[in-house]
């Protein structure tokens, strides 16, 4: 069992940046990929970035590319997510996500645990 918790999420204007944590409890922080996802209203939740357990790898949707960057410390047992040149559509309720499982990291339905999310708003 592993709990998430997020903060970080602000009212922020546009071109502004922002750094999101993700604190995890319990000893199996690093047998975990790590993700994020966000969800605006009236809108399905969406991908926005990942990293496998080791910290090899990373992805993200080219929406986000560039200006978002995950990175995670097993030592403390968190995720980031530092979040640069914000737009207004970067608006939404930010969650953070973990998965044992192998592969799959841009799909939510192969995440095990869930944050209750941070809410994040970029004024134009």
């Known amino acids: 069992q592993v709990q998430l918790v997020e903060s970080g999420g602000t009212l922020v204007q546009a071109g502004g940046s922002l750094r999101l944590s993700c604190a995890a409890s319990?000893?199996?922080?690093?047998?975990?990929?790590m993700g994020w996802f966000r969800q605006a209203p009236g809108k399905e939740r969406e991908f926005v970035a990942a990293?496998?357990?080791?910290?090899?790898?990373?992805d993200y949707p080219d929406s986000v590319k560039g200006r978002f960057t995950i990175s995670r410390d097993n030592a403390k047992n968190t995720v980031y997510l530092q979040m640069n040149s914000l737009k207004p559509e970067d608006t939404a309720v930010y969650y953070c996500?973990?998965?044992?499982?192998?592969?799959?990291?841009?799909?939510?339905?192969?995440?095990?645990?869930w944050g209750q999310g941070t809410q994040v708003t970029v004024s134009s």
């Open positions: 990293i496998t357990r080791s910290a090899g790898n990373t």
């Open positions: 319990g000893r199996t922080f690093s047998s975990y990929d």
């Open positions: 996500a973990a998965k044992q499982r192998l592969g799959g990291l841009r799909f939510k339905f192969a995440y095990d645990y």
